[in-house]
């Protein structure tokens, strides 16, 4: 009878602290890039081993994919949100740029960039998630630029998808840089200048 109960204690899957994981493999692949670290690395760091991967996951594209979804409620979400902002287009912008390269805690960087320069190496379950995400960020740039055309703060003659893309793209930049170890003020001055070229001329 009690070598029973030891058997089926011996082969109880152990709990998992999933969202502790995601944290752990989100702050792995931040510091050190989406495909510098092994797979063993990975789940050595995250407190996972390979059965519990594959069993929690389905795999690596599995875990990615939990960790892009994670990023995003930690740090992309705030960001579009902060688009809703009643601020002059102008001020908006440069306080988004403010925001980016002031000093953090977090890494430098963004995770969600380098997944999309990486894209081509990511499983399907990730790029999935990243093709959601560049549409959800795209589409708040754009009704941001929308709002600040209906009120005569941005130039009439760019259209607002072209615009929402111009933006994503300076944004990308200060996050690639930043990422480099550019210096935070001389990132900072660039993106402004980049984005005051959308403002309207009077």
Same mark, same amino acid.
């Given at each position: 009878?009690?070598?029973?109960?030891?058997?089926?204690?011996?082969?109880?899957?152990?709990?998992? $602290?999933?969202?502790?994981?995601?944290?752990?493999?989100? $702050? =792995?692949?931040?510091?050190?890039?989406?495909?510098?670290?092994?797979?063993?690395?990975?789940?050595?760091?995250?407190?996972?081993?390979?059965?519990?991967?594959?069993?929690?996951?389905?795999?690596?594209?599995?875990?990615?994919?939990?960790?892009?979804?994670?990023?995003?409620?930690?740090?992309?979400?705030?960001?579009?949100? =902060?688009?809703?902002?009643?601020?002059?287009?102008?001020?908006?912008?440069?306080?988004?740029?403010?925001?980016?390269?002031?000093?953090?805690?977090?890494?430098?960087?963004?995770?969600?960039?380098?997944?999309?320069?990486?894209?081509?190496?990511?499983?399907?379950?990730?790029?999935?998630?990243?093709?959601?995400?560049?549409?959800?960020?795209?589409?708040?740039?754009?009704?941001?630029?929308?709002?600040?055309? $209906?009120?005569?703060?941005?130039?009439?003659?760019?259209?607002?998808?072209?615009?929402?893309?111009?933006? $994503?793209?300076?944004?990308?930049?200060?996050?690639?840089?930043?990422?480099?170890?550019?210096?935070?003020?001389?990132?900072?001055?660039?993106?402004?200048?980049?984005?005051?070229?959308?403002?309207?001329?009077?």
């Amino acid at each position: 009878m009690s070598g029973n109960s030891e058997k089926r204690r011996v082969g109880r899957p152990r709990t998992v $602290d999933r969202q502790g994981s995601i944290q752990l493999a989100m $702050d =792995a692949y931040w510091r050190e890039g989406v495909h510098t670290l092994s797979l063993n690395e990975v789940c050595r760091r995250a407190k996972l081993s390979k059965p519990t991967l594959y069993r929690e996951f389905g795999g690596e594209d599995g875990l990615m994919d939990a960790v892009l979804g994670h990023y995003r409620t930690l740090i992309v979400l705030p960001m579009l949100q =902060a688009l809703e902002m009643a601020l002059p287009f102008g001020e908006l912008a440069e306080a988004l740029v403010h925001g980016m390269t002031a000093e953090s805690e977090n890494p430098a960087g963004c995770l969600f960039t380098e997944m999309r320069l990486a894209r081509t190496r990511l499983g399907p379950k990730t790029q999935g998630k990243l093709r959601d995400l560049e549409q959800e960020r795209l589409g708040a740039l754009e009704a941001w630029y929308r709002r600040a055309l $209906d009120q005569g703060q941005v130039d009439p003659s760019i259209p607002p998808s072209l615009a929402a893309q111009y933006i $994503d793209t300076q944004l990308a930049a200060v996050l690639l840089q930043l990422g480099a170890g550019v210096a935070g003020a001389e990132v900072r001055a660039q993106a402004i200048l980049a984005l005051g070229a959308l403002k309207a001329k009077h």
